[in-house]
């Protein structure tokens, strides 16, 4: 609108005052300027106010004495004095008829017939008419905008443009707006306006004269306004008017903007307001304009970042003009960038000679003032140029490049300022386009290589500026262009496009002049390791930089040894645990297993040695936490350490048949390090700590589970939250601080004296199980010597529970170390065998000697709780060991065999699925010896024999029919209930009871882990007086049932008896389906071995088998005709074979049949009459055995018919 150019505009100081209607400043204005302002002081002067005050009274008569100077102010009141009303009416009906003719020109209600021009009409016309003219040429221009449906126009308006009358046009549009609001809406008004020349000129004054409309208006004019206001004349037209409206009144410049971005349209103006902008106080660190236009382009609202890039893609399309608000924005932003450059320079560099210290002649550094201004400059000219697709100028490019180039001094801000240009260098190579630039380039980045270690001791920062040099120079060697291009854009905080092929010019200047693979390398073993290092250090650092030369393998290449860098850096770790840590540890042990070439397979870096690895358990190791000292090492670093050392290992064992090609065996950590790290403990304390460690506490759980799980017991875990849970840590709260803390000695003075001393024993336990875990660790050596004494009689139970409860919180944190101590404690005495003292490598070979302790612990069951739970373990822990043993021997085994055997006829190789099958079974030869053990130990002994206790009481309640059953297998059925009443009921509570649970227990978890050795041991066969207790002390014992079909076909007679013995009490206690189905097999094999076994075996397999058809019967009564036919069968193949020998045979067997084919009739009483008179010992004993066989079916056949009648 540059037509409005030479008209005086309503400066700020006069808007202010008409807003506050500040008389005294009103008072002040020039005559110009209160010209400009009188249509609303004269109707201000004229209309009843509302304000009623004193002052207001006299504000009034100033405001009058004001106007009274002033000529113009008589126009105005007799245009104050018309009949608004009719000419409303009148102008209503005019909007009407050109409703009606559809915009089509129609007569004129408000002025008819004008013989003149509008200009001269408007000269020679009264008041009235005036205001009708104005009005009706507002209404034309208002209803051809409605009619526009968004097009721009510019209506040709004598009216508006005859200079002479533009004061007068304004104070009739400023009244007729004032009397007329519901016709003539201010907004609607101020839309037309910008469809006439001097419509801006019109709008400031419409808007001065109706102040508290501002806001209004300029919401308005923003939202109907283009999403490009640079595109159209209407958009500079209306950024124009809004620009000037905002000069007027500055101090709402800043929400006019922050509309603008909230509607997304007319982003010139944004531009415009920012430029026009002037702050009372100036911010020396970044202008108004670079925080608008970065806001913009790098805030969080893609569509603000979409429509602003598009304003400055289109901007850049069309030719340069110095009014275009996009060029006013380049060239404000390249004058703040020359301001805050150092010295002029040329980029011609003459020579390296050339190049001067900072301050030196030549290249002087950037004021330490400027460099936050840099910064936020470079990130700006980066968004303009990534995001917004700005082509730099000639100009422009040249001083970037300067303002990149300079050196700023040693401050963290510096340090972030190199950062930056450095990436934008790599993300816009483009800006280097001379020889001489590149050079310059050259020489800069030459300096950063020097000066970075000088920059972070200076800037005291741990992430400079040489760590990313180092890394960039890695990517470049190993071609990993993505991850530089994903670094550049990390660092400048923007996602930038940048193509690959564009960084070859940089690949090339890195990789041969400035960083070359062994200058990389030899830099970054020397650079400092972090300090402290944990995830709160962001930036790039040293370990980045190693990270990528270990996965490049740039080390070993160029033989470079890391090792010592990378164990002071995992020293100098702190929680939270930096992201960067596990992954350096894990390609560091790549490094060190795998070579770098098959050509060389000696290129591999040096493992950390054991001395360094224990010189950071030390304190840790003997005294858990070291509560004694101060702890050298911090919880990172031991679990780093300890996660390193578990990778290692499962690597190498991994990585044996690779290494056995190569003929290369790298050395395994020795067992006796592994013992002395509390690898439970620190796990513990991992636990506790797993927010800050990442995903360290579940790798660490992870490499647990495969190469200790005997460390990763179920048990352990529930227990540890018995110890650790929330009612232990309130009652350690609620004790008192001065809790008084027994020694060692005390507690070993109190073991020796028992039982004497047992209830001072017993304080000092109860005091103990108030420590934690980590607190009893110095008490175990006194807790584990003594337990033997605890086997001595008369000790009372509540030492030894105390006692297990104490083992079990130790358990937590040192198991393997408190195992072997056990063990060695509760050894059998001296006087019997000389004792051994074992250690941790004997126990994971033999797992069995946990077993070979004194008797004595067999019926003491709160130790045997603890050797069971020992025993566990070392069987899983054996099951490891050799399984590592296996991976570690067998390849290197196999190739040095091979090698030996080259050119040997008939010395094969040895089968590698020999060697497994050989692994497993030793494995169940030790699991079935242990479980054999352990069943025999459920026995009772000789003494509790002649005690009265009986293993087949033991259950009386669930097996009392079996029981009842294998009393037929003697010759004396009943001989035994005199044994059995006379048991007492305390019999239940026993210790024996109590260790027979115990082991119930453990064999059903070992059973449930590998059904397999279930198997085995039912086809070894144990006792037939434990049947009673492990199919219902074991709930897995269902199991059974799917390998009894195969143990019934063995050939072994023992096994076949053991196989029925064991089904009988399998189908009362688990009448299934499945039961039902093996019973009749049996019943089926037992009427085909009757026709094949002779007579002595006959004797042998049917005297212990037929007891078992009762149980059968009873849990399945369909089986009453499968089972009295088979014993009718067995009982006339015994008759054919004594019926010359014995006359009461026939009759005997004419009785089974009878019982055959009426088995239900009769009652009780019926029942005593079918009883057999008793045969005693000495005529059963010389009986013949198919006689035995023939009294022993009858009496089978009474217990059948007795247990019908008893379900009945």
């Not at 308006?157 to 201010?186: K, M, N, R, T, W």
């Not at 029919?961 to 209930?977: F, I, L, N, V």
Request: net charge negative; aromatic share 6%.
């Amino acid at each position: 609108m540059t037509d409005s150019a030479g008209l005086q505009f309503v400066s700020p100081y006069a808007f202010e005052a008409m807003q506050k209607v500040d008389v005294q400043r009103l008072a002040a204005l020039s005559d110009p300027e209160l010209r400009l302002l009188l249509p609303c002081l004269v109707r201000m002067a004229l209309c009843a106010p509302a304000d009623q005050s004193q002052s207001w009274a006299q504000d009034k008569k100033l405001i009058l004495r004001l106007l009274s100077g002033v000529e113009a102010v008589n126009s105005i009141v007799a245009l104050l004095s018309v009949d608004f009303h009719a000419l409303e009416q009148d102008a209503r009906k005019e909007q009407q008829l050109r409703h009606k003719a559809g915009g089509s020109n129609v007569e004129s209600i408000l002025v008819s017939q004008l013989q003149h021009g509008l200009t001269l009409e408007f000269e020679h016309s009264d008041p009235l008419r005036r205001l009708r003219l104005t009005l009706s040429e507002l209404l034309t221009i208002m209803s051809k905008v409605a009619d526009s449906n968004g097009e721009f126009f510019l209506k040709s308006s004598e009216l508006f443009e005859s200079p002479v009358y533009l004061e007068e046009v304004a104070d009739v549009l400023c009244i007729l707006q004032a009397e007329l609001p519901s016709l003539l809406p201010i907004v609607d008004v101020a839309e037309a306006l910008l469809h006439v020349r001097n419509g801006d000129w019109f709008l400031c004054l419409l808007v001065a004269n109706v102040p508290d409309s501002f806001n209004e208006v300029c919401r308005c004019l923003i939202k109907n306004g283009e999403r490009q206001d640079e595109e159209s004349v209407g958009g500079r037209r209306r950024t124009e008017a809004l620009r000037q409206l905002c000069q007027m009144n500055p101090s709402q410049a800043l929400n006019i903007r922050a509309m603008v971005v909230e509607e997304c349209h007319l982003p010139g103006l944004g531009v415009a307001l920012t430029l026009d902008y002037k702050p009372d106080t100036a911010d020396e660190a970044v202008s108004p304009l670079v925080s608008y236009v970065s806001g913009l382009l790098l805030g969080t609202n893609s569509k603000v970042r979409t429509w602003f890039s598009m304003f400055i893609r289109n901007g850049q399309q069309r030719k340069r003009e110095s009014s275009s608000v996009l060029w006013q924005m380049r060239r404000q932003l390249l004058l703040e960038l020359v301001a805050i450059l150092p010295r002029s320079r040329s980029t011609h560099v003459a020579n390296d000679g050339d190049v001067d210290e900072e301050g030196g002649s030549g290249y002087s550094g950037l004021r330490e003032e400027h460099v936050v201004k840099a910064g936020a400059l470079l990130r700006l000219y980066c968004a303009l140029m990534g995001i917004a697709g700005l082509r730099p100028t000639d100009e422009e490019a040249e001083q970037l490049l300067q303002l990149m180039t300079s050196r700023p001094p040693a401050t963290p801000a510096g340090v972030r300022f190199v950062s930056l240009s450095f990436c934008k260098l790599l993300a816009f190579p483009t800006l280097v386009s001379t020889p001489e630039q590149e050079q310059l380039m050259v020489m800069w980045l030459s300096w950063m290589i020097k000066e970075e270690e000088y920059f972070e001791s200076a800037a005291g920062v741990s992430a400079s500026f040489g760590e990313m040099l180092l890394l960039v120079a890695m990517y470049f060697h190993s071609n990993q262009l993505s991850s530089i291009i994903e670094l550049v854009c990390s660092t400048l905080g923007m996602k930038i496009a940048i193509k690959p092929s564009s960084l070859s010019k940089m690949k090339t200047i890195f990789t041969q002049e400035i960083f070359t693979e062994q200058v990389v390398t030899a830099h970054a073993v020397r650079v400092a390791v972090t300090n402290n290092l944990s995830a709160n250090i962001s930036g790039f650092l040293p370990i980045h930089c190693i990270y990528q030369l270990l996965r490049s393998r740039a080390f070993t290449k160029h033989k470079v040894s890391i090792k010592d860098w990378i164990y002071r850096q995992l020293c100098e770790t702190n929680t939270p645990i930096h992201t960067q840590l596990i992954p350096l540890v894990d390609v560091y042990i790549n490094s060190i297993l795998t070579p770098a070439s098959k050509a060389n397979p000696e290129a591999t870096n040096q493992p950390i040695t054991e001395q360094e690895i224990l010189s950071v358990f030390q304190a840790s190791s003997g005294q858990g936490d070291s509560r004694g000292g101060r702890q050298r090492y911090s919880i990172t670093t031991q679990l780093l350490i300890l996660y390193y050392i578990l990778s290692y290992e499962e690597n190498l064992l991994a990585s044996t048949k690779q290494l056995a090609l190569m003929q290369k065996k790298p050395k395994s950590y020795s067992a006796a390090l592994m013992d002395q790290i509390p690898i439970k403990y620190l796990v513990t304390q991992a636990q506790g700590l797993q927010q800050e460690l990442g995903g360290l506490h579940s790798a660490l759980l992870r490499l647990l589970a495969i190469n200790y799980p005997h460390l990763c017991l179920v048990e352990d875990w529930v227990c540890e939250e018995e110890v650790t849970g929330t009612l232990p840590l309130l009652r350690k709260m609620m004790l008192p601080r001065n809790t008084c803390r027994y020694t060692q000695s005390q507690l070993h003075q109190a073991f020796q004296k028992l039982p004497s001393s047992s209830p001072r024993l017993m304080r000092v336990l109860e005091q103990l199980t108030l420590l934690t875990p980590g607190d009893l660790i110095p008490y175990s050596e006194a807790l584990t010597a003594s337990m033997a004494l605890l086997l001595e009689p008369a000790v009372p139970r509540r030492v030894l529970q105390t006692l297990n409860k104490l083992w079990m919180g130790l358990n937590t944190v040192m198991p393997r170390r408190l195992w072997v101590m056990t063990v060695n404690a509760l050894q059998p005495s001296a006087k019997l065998l000389r004792q051994q003292t074992y250690t941790q490598n004997n126990l994971m070979v033999d797992p069995l000697i946990v077993l070979r302790c004194d008797q004595r612990v067999y019926r003491c069951p709160p130790l045997m709780d603890i050797v069971l739970h020992m025993l566990n373990g070392y069987l899983l822990a054996s099951k490891a060991y050799l399984h590592s043993h296996l991976k570690e021997t067998a390849d290197f085994d196999r190739q040095s065999q091979t090698v030996s055997n080259l050119g040997v006829p008939g010395q094969p190789d040895t089968p590698e699925v020999t060697r497994e099958e050989l692994k497993n079974a030793l494995l169940a030869a030790q699991d079935s010896a242990a479980v054999q053990i352990l069943l025999e130990v459920c026995l009772p002994t000789s003494e509790e024999q002649q005690l009265g206790a009986n293993p087949e009481s033991l259950l009386r309640g669930i097996t009392g029919p079996a029981a009842g059953r294998t009393e037929q297998r003697s010759p004396m059925p009943r001989a035994k209930e005199g044994l059995r009443d006379a048991e007492p009921e305390g019999g239940l509570l026993s210790d024996l009871r109590e260790v027979q649970c115990l082991i119930c227990c453990l064999l059903h978890q070992m059973f449930i882990a590998d059904p397999n050795i279930a198997k085995l041991v039912h086809f070894q066969g144990y006792p037939q007086a434990l049947l009673p207790l492990t199919v219902a002390g074991i709930p897995s014992m269902h199991i059974c049932l799917d390998f009894i079909p195969e143990l019934l076909a063995q050939p072994q007679l023992e096994k076949q008896i053991f196989a029925i013995q064991l089904l009988s009490y399998l189908c009362i206690q688990y009448a299934l389906p499945k039961s039902l189905s093996v019973a009749r097999l049996a019943i089926s094999v037992m009427g085909t071995l009757l026709t094949v076994l002779t007579r002595a075996k006959r004797f042998a397999f049917f005297m212990p088998t037929l007891p078992c058809l009762v149980a059968f019967c009873r849990a399945f009564p369909p089986l009453y005709e499968d089972v009295t036919a088979l014993l009718v069968q067995v009982g006339q193949v015994c008759a054919s074979d004594v019926a010359t020998k014995a006359r009461d045979i026939d009759p005997l067997v004419a009785r089974l049949q009878y019982l055959k084919e009426k088995p239900r009739d009769g009652s009780a009483d019926g029942s005593t009459k079918l009883a057999l008179p008793q045969k005693s010992a000495v005529e059963l004993g010389g009986a013949d055995p198919d006689v035995q066989i023939c009294y022993c079916l009858e009496a089978t056949f009474m217990d059948i018919i007795i247990s019908t009648l008893h379900g009945l």
